[in-house]
């Protein structure tokens, strides 16, 4: 009878393992990932809007992923237990993916998808968390919940020049400027 009881315990510890492990393989991260970022130089984007004689500003995909990985970079430790360790955003429209590579205080690593609405509140851009993904499972909110991030659009201008509006497309962000 011991030695039955022994059996099924030992099947069942083997079984838990084993869908331990496969959670950990299904959430390990499929790309690698960091939180490097270049510099977007607001005075270059100024001499662009000189030449197209518009008092517009186009921020590509690319820029804003800078933008937003400087953002992120500032605030890795998501909460006491999790850390971001890498990122890249998609952008479509007022729409936000990060691709994140997360390290949870047991040292397990985690790949997500943070979805994010964008939105312009003058003179700051909002981005809000909407979910989490790990794969094709949805994370229930309770879980993770971000606070969201503020993006000062305006920093670097001269004192001359404000951002009158953003329009939110396909490929980047248009920024409007107005003299103050």
Same mark, same amino acid.
Request: hydrophobic letters at 45%; aromatic letters at 6%.
């Given at each position: ?18 869908a ?10 499929t ?15 100024l001499?662009?809007m ?10 590509? %995909? !690319? %820029? ?21 360790e ?8 007022? !729409?936000?993916a ?10 397990? !690593? ?14 700051e851009?909002?981005? !809000? ?37 953003i329009?939110? %497309? ?8 107005k003299?103050?």
């Amino acid at each position: 009878m011991i030695r039955k009881a022994m059996y099924v315990l030992a099947v069942l510890l083997l079984l838990l393992g084993a869908a331990g492990y496969a959670a950990i393989r299904y959430a390990k991260p499929t790309e690698t990932l960091n939180l490097d970022y270049g510099q977007v130089s607001v005075l270059q984007k100024l001499l662009e809007m000189v030449k197209i004689r518009k008092p517009d500003v186009h921020i590509s %995909e !690319r %820029e804003l992923n800078d933008i937003l990985k400087k953002q992120l970079a500032d605030r890795a430790q998501l909460t006491p237990n999790v850390v971001i360790e890498g990122a890249r955003f998609e952008q479509h429209a007022d !729409r936000l993916a990060a691709y994140v590579n997360l390290k949870t205080a047991g040292g397990v !690593r985690i790949g997500a998808t943070l979805d994010f609405a964008l939105a312009w509140d003058a003179p700051e851009l909002i981005v !809000r968390h909407t979910g989490t993904r790990i794969r094709s499972w949805n994370v229930p909110a309770s879980w993770l919940q971000l606070d969201p991030m503020v993006v000062k659009i305006d920093d670097g201008l001269p004192p001359l020049i404000a951002v009158r509006d953003i329009r939110f %497309e396909e490929d980047g962000i248009t920024v409007s400027l107005k003299l103050n």
